[in-house]
């Protein structure tokens, strides 16, 4: 340990100016010491925490926004969950299919006399199901049940189909189609 009697000669030793300079520099020496010890961490601790402030603001007010707009969000999702029916399995989701082109076709007056499920095909994030079927009717009835698969509730489009007529003088056209549906799986 530094004697205290050795630092008071030192002291005595130097003349005025030489004391100015020592204790210049010791001011020089703490002020650096205290701003690198004491004031920097917490300048930047207060800053850190300013940024964070200003962050969880910003996703506050954002999250308020998205809030205001609840019931706006929740009625335009509602529009869209009879095409979202729920995860429904492979056979039921083609019972669905098949009941709905039923039931176009009963209110058209089409007469089917084949329809049958031709498979699943997995698209990636979607599955495609196809239904091929034969029918005869009136060419406007015809019309009329292509109109209501095109414009379904339940998403069906018409991919292919062929329209021959019954007899060569019959207003009675025969057709066969194959309709599909694109979900979720």
Known sequence: MIKLEAINSFLARLNKREKLILYCALAVISLTLLDR???????????GL???????H??????????????KILAEAAKYNPYLDGLKSED????????????LANKSSVYLFDLKPSGVKDMGPFKKYFVTLSCEAQVEQ?????????????LLSIDKYQLMPKSSESSVAKCSMTISKMTLP
Do not use: C, H
Request: no cysteine; glycine share 6%; hydrophobic share 40%.
């Open 92 to 103: 039921e989701e083609m019972t669905s299919i098949l009941r709905e082109i039923e039931g």
């Open 37 to 47: 010890l004491v004031i920097s961490p917490v300048t930047s601790r207060i800053q």
């Open 142 to 154: 015809l019309v009329g049940f292509f109109y209501g698969i095109e414009n379904s509730d339940k």
């Open 50 to 56: 300013s940024a964070e402030i200003l962050d969880k």
């Open 58 to 71: 910003t996703a506050i007010k954002r999250s308020l926004k998205i809030l205001s707009q609840k019931d």
